[in-house]
């Protein structure tokens, strides 16, 4: 199977946190192909192994007793990322500043219930939840730098610390990085 680990609170200024670093960690634990895309905490890598619950702890467990860090890790198989690429969830928008293009993944299974009653957030276009790759899709408009989305505020105090955002771009790149 060909996997993306997406780590949550990876910044390249970080030590510990460098490619060659994350890298060293997973190919560490025995898995194929390892390969890093971009420098935000995103790892391909291939492994027989299917429990992916199991994966996310294992890995968890060796970043932070080889290199310090408290970071979780979100698996999707390539298939799942695939099939959310091919579902086109953003017809017709172009990823930019008024048009930001983001999916949140979630580590636990429970969907977003929707908008939180009697909040809204101009700024953010909830597009929809994709049950099989388990993240919520929204569009944010952060043209204007004095105003701040609170999206994914909402998301975090509905789904705690298990999740991690990542651009539209970044997703299409993690895509073609596991079928190259």
């Given amino acids: 199977m060909h996997y993306a680990a997406l780590l949550r609170g990876i910044a390249p200024s970080g030590k510990n946190m460098t490619n060659d670093k ?3 960690v997973f190919e560490g634990l025995g898995f ?19 429990d992916v619950p ?4 294992r890995i968890e467990a060796a970043l932070t007793s080889e290199l310090g860090l408290s970071s979780r890790t979100i ?8 099939a959310l ?21 979630l580590k636990d299974l429970a969907p977003p219930t929707g908008p939180v009653p009697g909040k809204s957030d101009p700024l953010t276009q909830f597009v ?11 569009v944010i408009d952060n ?31 993690i895509v073609a990085k596991l079928e190259s």
């Fill in 143 to 173: 043209g204007d730098p004095g105003r701040t989305p609170d999206f994914m505020s909402w998301l975090e105090k509905l789904h705690g610390k298990g999740i991690t955002t990542r651009s539209w771009l970044t997703v299409q790149r």
């Fill in 22 to 24: 994350l890298r060293g």
């Fill in 128 to 138: 929809r939840y994709d049950p099989v790759a388990r993240v919520v899709l929204a």
């Fill in 54 to 57: 199991a994966l996310e702890r």
């Fill in 75 to 82: 698996i999707r198989a390539h298939r799942e990322l695939r």
């Fill in 85 to 105: 690429l091919d579902s086109d969830p953003f017809p017709g928008l172009t990823h930019g500043r008024g048009t930001y293009l983001t999916a949140t993944f």
């Fill in 32 to 50: 194929e192909g390892v390969a890093s895309v971009l420098a935000s905490g995103n790892i391909v890598f291939g492994s027989s192994e299917t």
